[in-house]
Each structure stands twice: as structure tokens, then as C-alpha cells.
């Protein structure tokens, strides 16, 4: 079955940079982009970005154009978001995810990383 | 950028009764649409893509209708666990990009 795991919590301050890892199985990592998504305590949900696996194409969403990073590692079915000089504003959980095969409803989800901002 | 709206912010329902919840588009999405589901401290799970299509092992009592601008969300009879946020998201082809709206809270009346 198809799983994506993520790294665990992250306390940074501001101005540091965080690195979120999610591991995929179940499925063929090079097959089907992965998308970020971001949501703030009790607030909705915030697209980030995609990467292609194959490829390593993204695409950034304007609002973090210049403080997000996108790669993989293909070896180990792994991707990566990276977000430079955090904000007390950035502190939310960050998932990854990826389409149902055939739809872009994304259908699956990692559990979900807890970064937190705080000096 | 599309930006899109659900409304309203918070809708309370009797278990039992129908929910009805509306995701609307700043320009045409065509039929490029899901709807989500969300529970505290979950995941959001797919409900439904292709503004009308149900995702795997979703009850037949979520539908979806709509296309263009105008969408909606209907939950023919509300079970004790349908009672969480939804939300609309547009998805456009290529480039890869997806919006999302700022959520429905379903609460029970």
C-alpha cells in the first residue's frame, strides 16, 4: 500500500532554515509528483509546491518563491522541502502528499511534520 | 491566481439531514476540482476529484456537482462522523498547481 512518511518534529529560530524528508513505499517514487501543503494551528490548508521525483522539475507557489526548496533522492524514494529564513508566521505542520493515480486529487497523505518557530 | 471561497464558514446540521456546501472560483476551473475532508489532528482525506467523482471507498452519500466557478458538496444524510472541516481545492493541469479554499467547519446542531 501506498505510505509516505515524514520526518519528525522540528523546533528552529528564526532565520534558520528547516529540512522536512518524506519517504514513499508502496508504489514507484519516479511515477507521481509529490506536493507540499502546509496548514498553521486551526488554520486551512496552504499549497506549497510540487517536484517531479523523475525529473526533479518544481513548481512554487508565489507566496514562498526564493525560501523553498524542493529535491530528492531517488535511491532511498525520499523528497524534501526545504524552507529558509523561518518566520514565527511558518510555524504550522507540513505535510507531503501525492495524486490517486489518474486524478490530481491528492489522495495520499503523509502524517504530517510539526515545525515550530520560536526563539 | 484563482482564489476560492467556500461558504459558508460554518454550517450546523442535525445528524440525519443534508448538508449542503458551496465552493465558488474567481475564473473558470472547468471541472478541475476536489473536495477534502478533515478531522482534528488528521490528515485530510479525498472525498472527491474531478468535481463530481468519488474517491475510493467514499459513501455514496457524498456527492458533488458543478463546474466552472460554482461547486458544491452535498452530504445526503449526515452521520455523527461527517461532522469535521471540508475543503474545495482547484487543481490546474499544467503547470502543477493547486488552491485551496479556507474551509467549511460541519458542526452538529
Known amino acids: 500500500q501506498v505510505q509516505l512518511v515524514q520526518s519528525g518534529a522540528e523546533v528552529k529560530k528564526p532565520g534558520a532554515s528547516v529540512k522536512v524528508s518524506c519517504k514513499a513505499s508502496g508504489y514507484t517514487f519516479t511515477s507521481y509528483d509529490i506536493n507540499w501543503v502546509r496548514q498553521a494551528t486551526g488554520q486551512g490548508l496552504e499549497w506549497m509546491g510540487w517536484?517531479?521525483?523523475?525529473?526533479?522539475?518544481?513548481g512554487y507557489a508565489q507566496k514562498f518563491q526564493g525560501r523553498v526548496t524542493m529535491t530528492r533522492n531517488t535511491s532511498i524514494s525520499t523528497a524534501y522541502m526545504e524552507l529558509s529564513s523561518l518566520r514565527s508566521e511558518d510555524t504550522a505542520v507540513y505535510y507531503c502528499?501525492?495524486?490517486?493515480?489518474?486524478?490530481?486529487?491528492?489522495?495520499?497523505w503523509g502524517q504530517g511534520t510539526l515545525v515550530t518557530v520560536s526563539s | 491566481e484563482i482564489v476560492m471561497t467556500q461558504s459558508p464558514a460554518t454550517l450546523s446540521v442535525s445528524p440525519g439531514e443534508r448538508a449542503t456546501l458551496s465552493c465558488r472560483a474567481s475564473q473558470s476551473v472547468s471541472s478541475n476540482l476536489a473536495w477534502y475532508q478533515q478531522k482534528p489532528g488528521q490528515a485530510p482525506r479525498l472525498l472527491i476529484y474531478?468535481?463530481?467523482t468519488r474517491a475510493t471507498g467514499i459513501p455514496a452519500r457524498f456527492s458533488g456537482s458543478g463546474s466552472g466557478t460554482e461547486f458544491t458538496l452535498t452530504i445526503s444524510s449526515l452521520q455523527s462522523e461527517d461532522f469535521a472541516v471540508y475543503y474545495c481545492?482547484?487543481?490546474?493541469?499544467?503547470?502543477?498547481?493547486?488552491?485551496f479554499g479556507q474551509g467549511t467547519k460541519l458542526e452538529i446542531k
Open positions: 474531478g468535481a463530481s
Open positions: 517536484m517531479n521525483p523523475n525529473s526533479g522539475n518544481t
Open positions: 481545492q482547484q487543481y490546474n493541469n499544467w503547470p502543477p498547481e493547486y488552491t
Open positions: 502528499a501525492r495524486a490517486v493515480a489518474g486524478t490530481r486529487g491528492v489522495g495520499y
